[in-house]
């Protein structure tokens, strides 16, 4: 991104590189907000039972889509 014949502002590395770290703030944001209303969401179906209708095996398949996996944030 920083090439010699931008020296010695850099505009286009220091915009790109700005540019990916506000990408990165914008994604863990959503992740922040999405992931607590996943759980609870998960919360309710386990209070429903849902997890009974699988056994361990099958829950274990399902990895993060799983009604018992909970994201930590």
């Given at each position: 991104?920083?090439?010699?014949?931008?020296?010695?502002?850099?505009?286009?590395?220091?915009?790109?590189?700005?540019?990916?770290?506000?990408?990165?703030?914008?994604?863990?944001?959503?992740?922040?907000?999405?992931?607590?209303?996943?759980?609870?969401?998960?919360?309710?179906m386990?209070?429903?039972?849902?997890?009974l209708?699988?056994?361990?095996?099958?829950?274990?398949?399902?990895?993060?889509?799983?009604?018992?996996?909970?994201?930590?944030?």
């Amino acid at each position: 991104f920083y090439r010699a014949q931008d020296s010695p502002r850099y505009i286009l590395g220091h915009g790109l590189e700005i540019g990916i770290v506000l990408l990165g703030l914008v994604v863990t944001t959503i992740f922040a907000i999405t992931y607590p209303r996943i759980n609870k969401i998960r919360d309710k179906m386990m209070a429903q039972g849902e997890h009974l209708k699988y056994t361990d095996q099958e829950l274990s398949e399902q990895g993060d889509r799983a009604v018992t996996f909970r994201y930590i944030t």
